[in-house]
């Protein structure tokens, strides 16, 4: 089990600190689920900000190769996973506007003096995972009929051609 890293987002984001490392797929267990495979690391960096209208904001970025599975083929496919998100931090989701809410360019987190950096990186992960993995080229696998296809309409062709 990886050590816990733990930040005031807040102070973390208003001294301009930065944080890098890399997290074990085994130390994140909600994103366990998602794997077909626990080996294999991420490489993160946290950097905090401020913005031009003196907003403190959290920049992550992570990198690594995830093991999915294809859900059409159902066999393994490495998902290389690219996360590039800027957080604003705000003291309150109360004090989020419609408009705020409404805009895809911006996403909010609650600031927190003990902020989990593992976590906030899991929730990140799970977030950029595609809805449905699969492989660019890659057949549905077999039922068991082998390679003949009956059409289910055979059988009202032969009916047309009756008397």
């Given amino acids: ?30 994103l366990a ?5 626990r080996e294999g690391q991420l490489v993160y960096r946290l950097e905090g900000r401020v913005s031009t209208d003196n907003k403190p904001q959290l920049w992550l970025v992570v990198s690594g190769l995830l093991p999915l599975g294809c859900q059409r083929c159902l066999e393994r496919v490495d998902h290389e996973l690219e996360v590039d998100s800027l957080l604003e931090l705000i ?14 360019s911006r996403d909010f987190i609650v600031a927190d003096k003990s902020l989990d950096v593992a ?17 660019l080229d ?26």
């Fill in 91 to 104: 003291d309150d989701e109360a004090d989020l506007t419609q408009d705020d809410l409404e805009d895809d």
């Fill in 33 to 37: 689920d998602l794997l077909l495979a």
């Fill in 1 to 30: 089990m990886s050590q816990q890293i733990v930040i005031d987002s807040k102070v973390f984001a208003r001294e301009g600190r930065v944080l890098e490392g890399s997290l074990d797929l085994a130390a994140l267990p909600r």
């Fill in 119 to 135: 976590a906030l990186i899991e929730d990140e992960v799970i977030l950029a995972l595609p809805a449905v993995p699969q492989h």
């Fill in 138 to 163: 890659c057949a549905l696998p077999e039922g068991g009929q082998g390679n003949a296809k009956v059409s289910p309409f055979s059988a009202l062709a032969a009916l047309k051609k009756t008397p």
